[in-house]
């Protein structure tokens, strides 16, 4: 039985619904299928850079205006990109229900960029960009996927360059509007008490107001991954390592297993076998940990961690050898039955984070075409056995096909 009801307008934009009855709280967002990978060669960074321009002006509001609209009434507006997505949403007393949604729809839809704030951003994401080549970790796995993912589109920077934000202007931003933010690319997603006819009656005539336009972006690149080892130097006292390897797409039947392996093996959890090993009974990292992302046609793993320069090699043979038990060992019988109930229950818990359940629910419909109920979801944990968790073990952590990048202190 579904938890959540969903709609797909005439115009091809979706409705994803989920019920929260008793809730004072309203949680509602815009999920555009449109980020990073879909730039073209000359607007590296024009996704990230347009999710800033929204903000900045419509014709009925300017940035001031914008940026109050909600914090007067004490509610939350935010936004993101990633490599696939851009979001806009929201947090706020249902009351002050129509006040966000007509404030979300106008920025999403109606921004006119002027070129005065459009300068001044111009600016602010360039000190950001040099701001977070100073954060050696971030950056680190910035250059690990531009190594992993070669010449794709995968491989460029959320940021852009400094080079190419200078290069944009306002012509620009509305024509990669124009060609992603159509209906028929957008999801608005909405988790609180309003009933489902409530909703549709507040949103509906106004969603089906905007034209279809765009057509889903095309992800079905070409990858030829060749392992890498490399190394650079950085102004920095601590050693900054990535190992990893390419993963399974976000539709592969594999990613389930991939899910739950990699929390085992690195997750949140203080009991992950490279925290317990490398932290816990060596003391020789303050954080490590792994990492799974899915995207619609290949994925990326990643072990990451720092540590004092003269540690690099220890801790690697151990991360290296917690990778080979996992190849060489299938789990007993408890171990796969704690292993799942620790992920079911992280996967139950963030689902109290109405936010991230309700940007969830629009990410997953673009990602798998589907909303999984939460029973759905644990059944597919319930349902990885042992032997799939080895064979996806000798696959992704193949000490053949691992990569690796490191940034060293200079001498």
């Not at 851009?86 to 229900?97: D, E, G, K, Q, Y």
């Not at 460029?156 to 080079?163: A, D, F, M, S």
């Not at 359940?357 to 419909?365: D, E, K, R």
Request: aromatic share 10%; hydrophobic share 35%; proline share 4%.
């Amino acid at each position: 039985m579904t938890d959540h009801q969903q709609l797909t307008l005439s115009n091809g934009l979706h409705i994803i619904y989920k019920q929260i009855q008793g809730s004072e709280i309203s949680h509602c967002g815009f999920i555009v299928n449109a980020g990073t990978r879909d730039e073209r060669p000359e607007e590296a960074g024009m996704a990230h850079f347009l999710e800033h321009m929204m903000f900045k002006g419509t014709p009925k509001r300017r940035s001031f205006h914008i940026l109050s609209r909600l914090d007067v009434v004490g509610g939350d507006l935010n936004a993101y990109t990633t490599k696939e997505r851009t979001c806009v949403h929201a947090a706020f007393r249902n009351p002050w229900f129509g006040r966000a949604f007509e404030l979300m729809c106008d920025i999403l839809f109606n921004a006119n960029f002027p070129e005065k704030e459009l300068e001044k951003e111009k600016q602010v994401v360039i000190d950001e960009i040099k701001q977070y080549q100073d954060y050696h970790d971030e950056s680190l796995l910035d250059d690990f996927e531009a190594a992993l993912f070669g010449t794709q589109p995968l491989s460029h920077p959320i940021l852009g360059t400094v080079e190419s934000v200078n290069s944009f202007n306002r012509e620009k931003v509305i024509a990669f509007r124009e060609r992603l933010y159509g209906a028929s690319n957008v999801a608005f997603s909405y988790v609180g008490p309003l009933s489902w006819k409530q909703l549709l009656r507040k949103v509906q005539p106004v969603l089906e107001k905007y034209p279809r336009q765009s057509v889903p972006p095309l992800r079905t690149a070409q990858y030829v991954y060749k392992p890498f080892v490399l190394s650079q130097e950085k102004n920095a006292t601590q050693a900054y390592v990535a190992l990893g390897n390419q993963a399974y797409p976000a539709n592969d039947l594999k990613r389930a297993g991939m899910l739950l392996l990699n929390n085992l093996l690195g997750g949140d959890g203080m009991n992950s076998r490279l925290n317990l090993s490398i932290r816990e009974r060596n003391g020789l990292v303050y954080n490590i940990e792994s990492n799974y992302t899915p995207y619609s046609d290949t994925g990326l793993w990643y072990v990451y961690f720092s540590c004092d320069p003269e540690y690099t090699a220890r801790v690697l043979r151990l991360v290296k050898k917690e990778l080979s038990r996992l190849r060489d060992y299938k789990l007993g019988k408890m171990q796969l039955h704690l292993a799942k109930q620790q992920f079911i229950s992280r996967i139950v818990m963030a689902e109290e984070s109405r936010t991230n359940l309700m940007l969830a629910l629009g990410n997953s419909l673009f990602d798998y075409g589907r909303i999984d109920t939460l029973s759905e979801i644990i059944q597919r944990i319930e349902a990885v056995t042992a032997e799939e968790l080895q064979d996806i073990a000798r696959e992704i952590f193949d000490p053949t096909q691992l990569s690796l990048l490191q940034y060293l202190p200079k001498n």
